[in-house]
């Protein structure tokens, strides 16, 4: 390809969203880190590698800031070519029954990880258009395929990204957009290892349910989102990859 792949990735400055940028990094695409933390430091670290890397402060679920964002995006780098919806409430979560689970916090949980996906896109799109394609890939989550209890609210938000890939790769297909997802099993992200109650509640009975019985790691992901990404995904399009170590067969 003559041209640099541009890639964004929302929440990208940690976790796997940080691991997914690395690998677009290492693979020679032009990285934009869109995160509400850490975005500056995280580019600095991959640009030291050698790769072309910015970072932009970004609250997905704040339609001005993703506006924001796509413009400093498209001055750096010209153009989108993938977007990586990866940005999300769920590190920070604790296991609650459903009944005591506050309606501010059903709010929060789908402002971000539903709205923000939804932000985010629309403000990619008109570029996209205008270049006559592009690639979304969703991070969804294997949780509303196998209804783990005790996090409705995170629950909900995934199960409405899985809807949300089908029905925007076909609202987007006549413009050569191509919109899949990803849903990983527990993974240890930055954010995870910082929680010890989900460590504790979740770490081995999530091992215990694998085929593959050992810990998720970030770069478990990777493989996937670039994959999706790709040319070799070029006729694939709404679908959700389940990558969970063999939890759960989709
Ligand atoms: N870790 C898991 O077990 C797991 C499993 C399945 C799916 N996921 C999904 O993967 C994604 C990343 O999870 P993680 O565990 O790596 O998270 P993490 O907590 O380690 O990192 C999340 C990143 O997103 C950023 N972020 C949070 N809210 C934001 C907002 N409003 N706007 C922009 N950036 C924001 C944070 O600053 C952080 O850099 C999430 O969508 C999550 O739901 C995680």
Not at 112 to 130: F, I, R, Y
Not at 199 to 225: M, N
Request: include cysteine; glycine fraction near 10%.
């Amino acid at each position: 390809m003559d041209r640099k792949n541009v890639v964004i990735v929302t929440g990208g400055a940690m976790g796997i969203g940080r691991a997914i940028a690395d690998r677009f990094a290492q693979d020679g695409s032009a990285v934009v880190i869109a995160d509400v933390s850490g975005a500056a430091e995280a580019a600095a670290e991959i640009s030291a590698t050698g790769a072309e890397a910015v970072g932009v402060f970004c609250d997905i679920s704040d339609s001005d800031s993703c506006k924001a964002m796509v413009a400093e995006a498209l001055n750096a780098f010209g153009r989108i070519d993938t977007l990586v919806n990866n940005a999300g409430l769920y590190s920070t979560l604790k296991l609650t029954e459903f009944t005591e689970i506050t309606p501010e916090e059903w709010q929060r949980v789908l402002n971000v990880n539903v709205m923000g996906q939804a932000l985010v896109t629309a403000a990619v799109l008109p570029s996209m258009q205008a270049q006559g394609g592009g690639t979304i890939v969703n991070m969804s989550s294997g949780t509303p395929f196998k209804g783990v209890p005790y996090l409705l609210h995170y629950v909900a938000s995934k199960g409405a990204i899985n809807a949300m890939t089908k029905a925007l790769a076909k609202e987007l297909g006549a413009s050569g957009i191509r919109v899949n997802g990803v849903a990983p099993g527990f993974t240890m992200s930055d954010g995870v290892k910082a929680n010890p109650h989900q460590i504790e509640k979740l770490q081995e009975i999530s091992q215990k349910a694998r085929v593959i019985a050992r810990d998720q790691l970030p770069e478990d992901i990777v493989g996937a989102v670039a994959f999706l990404a790709s040319p070799d995904a070029a006729f694939m399009t709404g679908q959700t990859l389940v990558v969970d170590g063999g939890a759960y067969f989709h």
